[in-house]
T-cell receptor
């Protein structure tokens, strides 16, 4: 089976940095996805980590530690438009299972 | 437009009615996924296809749910004898090795 945990909600300030954690327990692991989902919209792809380490894409970075079953999404220079839910998803032999998501609130 | 498309975008059904939801994946994507999302909830895995076969159907909630992808491209999710608890947004996604892209979803409301 698999268990994916993320904080339910987080709050941060415009211009700041926030780190959203995701831990997982799974009997098989091929990679980990991060998505952004605005209210009423479909999820949009942010990143996919297969190997350990940090991958940077502009203001967003994603980190993976396979031995610890741990990932985080780092958002820098927060903007109001970053207010959304952030979904972590584990690829287990091509079956992709989502966590419940973290709702991020940005304060001006 | 080279993205994933779904139709209809909105569907209202009376309880007991059968519905069919369509997904057109990105051309060349061999993997296709169906999820559903109830209001304020996370994504619930339903089924995925590799080509025209479904290696894992474990997420289908009941035998009223059936999905097919006969030619390895377009997929249809069928729900028979709909119930109120089937009301949700049904999301389809297609995937390359390192990316997965979602369609806009079909919002199903069962009255």
């Amino acid at each position: 089976g698999q268990n994916i945990d993320q904080p339910t909600e987080m709050t941060a300030t415009e211009g700041a940095i926030v780190q959203i954690n995701c831990t997982y327990q799974t009997s098989g692991f091929n990679g980990l996805f991060w998505y952004q989902q605005h209210a009423g919209e479909a999820p949009t792809f942010l990143s996919y980590n297969v190997l350990d380490g940090l991958e940077e894409k502009g203001r967003f970075s994603s980190f993976l530690s396979r031995s610890k079953g741990y990932s985080y999404l780092l958002l820098k220079e927060l903007q109001m438009k970053d207010s959304a839910s952030y979904l972590c998803a584990v690829n287990r032999d091509d079956k992709i299972i989502f966590g419940k998501g973290t709702r991020l609130h940005i304060l001006p | 437009g080279a993205g994933v498309s779904q139709s209809p975008r909105y569907k209202v059904a009376k309880r007991g009615q059968d519905v069919a939801l369509r997904c057109d994946p990105i051309s060349g994507h061999t993997a296709l996924y169906w999820y559903r999302q109830s209001l304020g909830q996370g994504l619930e895995f339903l089924i995925y296809f590799q080509g025209n076969s479904a290696p894992d159907k474990s997420g289908l909630p009941s035998d009223r749910f059936f999905a097919e992808r006969p030619e390895g491209s377009v997929s249809t999710l069928k729900i028979q004898r709909t119930q109120q608890e089937d009301s949700a947004v049904y999301l389809c996604a297609s995937r390359t090795v390192n990316e997965q892209f979602f369609g806009p979803g079909t919002r199903l409301t069962v009255l």
